[in-house]
């Protein structure tokens, strides 16, 4: 079956523009992850969905950052004013119910670039 | 709140030599503990995990792994090392509480495994 999807799988623009990434993950899971990884870095939480809620938005690192699940399904992160600093592989992950046993599975990430 | 230190930023192993990559957590209560391997230009993929029981975990690709309790420690092994098993690792622990930010998974830096022919 389909794994984790993201689109685009890379991202280029420029300080101060605003991006869509985009999930869409595997069908049937209920909980839905974002993460970012910095360059030498593992992954770090950003927020997670239970279903169309936001359950825990922790992560974010500000007011610029912000995602959506509005079916329960397909989800975006969307990123305002963006800034270099915000250059990262963005991954999203799904597991099939937010029990803490359950492991995640990744997508590919989309590699967001800021000039 | 948790973390996750994988003390070695490399590991190299001649092919065909059993290999270790070690991690030690830190975490209120007892843990779930993950393995995932990244490989280039490709997204996290699941190894293996800790969830109670035996304290020697067996996954993908002839992966295991041993969890200490005492020394807060899942070492990841493998009895004999491939070419194809060089990548980055990376271990990743996850608290049983249900409060606010549970759910997250806390990664280490990764530990990048090559295994010389």
């Known amino acids: 079956g389909a794994g984790v999807s993201q689109t685009p799988s890379n991202k280029v623009t420029e300080k101060g523009k605003y991006v869509e990434l985009r999930c869409d993950p595997i069908s049937g899971h209920t909980a839905l992850y974002w993460y970012r990884q910095s360059l030498g870095q593992g992954p770090e939480f950003l927020i997670y969905f239970q279903g169309t809620g936001a359950a825990d938005d922790s992560g974010l690192p500000n007011d610029r950052f912000f995602a959506v699940r509005p079916e329960g399904s397909v989800s975006t992160l969307k990123i305002q004013r963006t800034e270099r600093g915000d250059s990262a592989v963005y991954l999203c992950?799904?597991?099939?119910?937010?029990?803490?046993?359950?492991?995640?599975?990744f997508g590919p990430g989309t590699r967001l670039t800021v000039l | 709140a948790q973390s996750v230190a994988q003390p070695e930023d490399q590991v190299n192993v001649a092919e065909g030599n059993p290999l270790t990559v070690k991690c030690t957590y830190s975490?209120?209560?007892?843990?779930?503990l993950f393995w995932y391997v990244q490989y280039p230009n490709r997204g996290l993929q699941f190894l293996l995990k800790y969830i109670t029981g035996d304290n020697l975990v067996k996954g993908s690709y002839g992966f295991e792994a041993e969890f200490n309790k005492s020394q807060t420690s899942f070492h990841l092994k493998k009895p004999s090392a491939l070419v194809s098993d060089s990548a980055l690792y990376f271990c990743a622990v996850r608290g049983r509480s249900s409060g606010a930010g549970s759910y997250q998974l806390t990664f280490g830096k990764g530990t990048k495994l090559s295994v010389i022919p």
């Open positions: 992950a799904s597991s099939s119910t937010i029990e803490h046993n359950n492991e995640q599975f």
């Open positions: 975490v209120s209560g007892n843990p779930y």
